[in-house]
């Protein structure tokens, strides 16, 4: 089967390119053949934006160039373009990261619900996200229209438990739960082939805080260990720092850390996989949703900090062991339930 994945695959951010390669990688594990639809989040910086990023785009577009062997031949900019000329697949695939997210997808949206082709291709999601705690609403797309839309839907596989609540009550379908499609894999040594620990503490903060980062340099000397940020052009003071990290480098840099200290879902994903002490501290309480279902999950919601937090809690919950044993057998159960899910929404 040809299967189209309509996912954030262009966006140079960390865990939007990891979910989009681990897509990817499953469907080609289940025997069938990934293709991205190449529909591209509009972005045009200005020159300060180019000079900035302009490595981190480069480094970016060598990891897709090594991974993402397959896209459509055409380059989509907008919804009306998919629609006029879609691509000619047996599958279409959208997800996982928040590509329901209205604030995210904003003008794409109703093309993340798969509002164009033939209506003889199977349509599906997998670890979808809305990323809310609540439907918001878009001015793309009308609530009855996505419940017409999710009609033609054969499977709806959804990340995390308010996504499912939300799909029920605001659009009348049933949606199962799946992980995401990071945790399909148990690790990936093709990415990180050497895992002596570093012995740092590694930050990966997404909303800037300066209480977060006294905090974290407070626990780092607390446990005697140096501290660095990745993933962020911010340099704090006392933070060790190499942006832009390659893809790879900044899955090594969480994969060998001594405790990872973030408040980014795929932070706290590549923790759990490579069995790295984590906190949880959250930068904005309306976008921990995806977080806080998957460590309910886990048994693990009592790593997760406020904003209203002391130094004293982030110290005790950096000392505090995890049990990965009951980490890795519970999410063992997960993968291979999200696996068949998969397979079963791929499979005619």
Known sequence: MNVGILTYHWEDNYGATL??????????????NPVFID?????????IGRIVFGLKHKRFDDFRKRFFRHLTPVTYRDVDSLRRNPPALDV?????DQTWNPLIAKDLLPAFFLTFGDTDVRRVTYATSIGLNEWSGSPAISDDEIRTALDSFSHINLREDSAIEICRARFGHEARQVVD?????????ELVPDRAESGEVVVYKLIDDSEFYRLALATAHHIGAPIRSIGSVRRPKGFRAGYPERVEKWVERIATARLVLTDSFHGTVFSLLYHRPFVVYVGDPARVTRIRSLLEQLGLTDRILSHH???ADMKRLAMTPIDWDHVDSTLASLRKDSFDSLSRSLTP
Not at 21 to 32: E, F, I, M, N, P
Not at 39 to 47: E, K, V
């Open 19 to 32: 979910q989009a390669y681990a897509t990817y990688k499953a469907v080609a594990s289940l025997g069938h």
């Open 39 to 47: 529909l591209r989040l509009p972005y045009s910086p200005g020159l």
């Open 92 to 96: 279409y695939l959208t997800g996982s």
């Open 181 to 189: 499609p990071v945790l399909l894999f148990s690790d990936y040594p």
């Open 309 to 311: 937090s002391s130094v």
